[in-house]
């Protein structure tokens, strides 16, 4: 019981300086303010003197109110030239975009010449697409599309009416031309692979330079000829190829069989490959061989060398074809890729 008044008697006595010190706070704080208020309250006579003579102006005021009235045109003061420093900002920034907005005018106009020439090359190709499909028979009725109502060919990109104004139109002129050419994919392909599948039977026929890579040149062509030793006209069977020396290396003119590799005073050394379609090659007047009789050879392998070995007045190739039993001119199958 004697504890529990100790208690409650330390607790008012806390509370009341509590209180106390609070009440001598504000009390201070009010005074802080009364003497500011004063001071700001005291007055002040503003006299303006002319310096003729007119009568003197008073002006009565107080120290707040010339304060504020000196924040105020500070304010002022700051704000001006805030805002005249953002409009010269502005105005650079709106010069600025003016000119990338006439650089800019300027690439979209060089844009649609460009975009001009692509749509006239493209109608370019699509006429010699259409041409070379005919040729080959190839079906261009079901193009694929990848995008519906729309049309494979260039006829509803190059129709007299547009689509949209401005720029809409390169853009939709644009989009239809990557249509037409992803369209355009499928038969080329198809042409591709008719070329593939025709490489064999170019492999097959004698249309390369008989001297590797394609050195050399014709010493003597097919047909009526003077002979180089009798003097007299005689006709030609072949083509002479010469790199005026001998040694440089001889390839098979196309895929085949050697059936022949022999030697007489006429020819020399020589090779006859059997190709197909009832086509033989002889190479003549040989220095060297590489291959033998029954061998396989390939388009462009290497079976001999230039020689001189025959009735030759110098190293050469004599280079024949036949077909069946009729001996026709070379010339008219070299690169006949």
């Known amino acids: 019981m004697v504890r529990t ?20 706070f504000f009390a201070k704080i009010g005074r802080f303010f009364v003497r500011i208020f004063k001071i700001f309250d005291s007055k002040l006579t503003i006299m303006v003197v002319p310096h003729n003579q007119s009568k003197v102006l008073n002006i009565q005021t107080n120290i707040f109110a010339m304060v504020m009235g000196m924040v105020i045109v500070a304010g002022i003061a700051c704000s001006f030239v805030y805002f005249n420093r953002k409009t010269a900002s502005s105005g650079a920034e709106i010069s600025r975009l003016r000119e990338e907005n006439r650089e800019t005018l300027a690439s979209l106009d060089e844009l649609r010449d460009e975009n001009n020439n692509l749509l006239q090359t493209a109608k370019r190709f699509q006429s010699s697409l259409s041409q070379s499909l005919a040729l080959l028979g190839i079906n261009q009725s079901n193009p694929i ?19 949209a104004s401005g720029s809409l139109k390169e853009v939709a002129d644009v989009r239809q031309l990557t249509s037409y050419l992803e369209n355009a994919v499928q038969p080329i392909e198809q042409i591709g692979e008719m070329l593939k599948s025709q490489n064999t039977l170019f492999s097959d026929i004698p249309n390369i330079w008989p001297v590797r890579n394609g050195i050399g040149h014709i010493s003597m062509a097919f047909g009526q000829n003077v002979h180089p ?10 083509m002479d190829f010469s790199t005026y020396r001998s040694g440089d290396p001889v390839v098979a003119t196309a895929n085949g069989q050697v059936v022949t590799v022999g030697y007489n005073d006429s020819f020399g050394l020589y090779i006859i490959v059997k190709h197909k379609h009832g086509i033989y090659t002889r190479y ?45 001119d070379p010339a008219k199958y070299i690169n006949i890729k």
Do not use: C
């Open 5 to 24: 008044r100790k208690y409650k008697k330390l607790e008012k006595n806390f509370v009341s300086r509590l209180i106390q010190l609070l009440a001598s």
């Open 145 to 163: 599309s990848k995008t519906p109502n729309q049309n494979s060919d260039l006829s509803s990109l190059f129709g007299t009416q547009d689509i």
């Open 229 to 238: 030793i009798t003097g007299q006209w005689y006709i030609h069977k072949g």
């Open 284 to 328: 003549a007047h040989l220095n060297s061989t590489r291959v033998q009789k029954g061998q396989m050879v390939t388009q462009r392998q290497v079976i001999g060398t230039i020689g001189n070995t025959g009735i030759t007045t110098g190293p050469h190739l004599h280079y024949e074809v036949h077909i069946g039993s009729d001996v026709v």
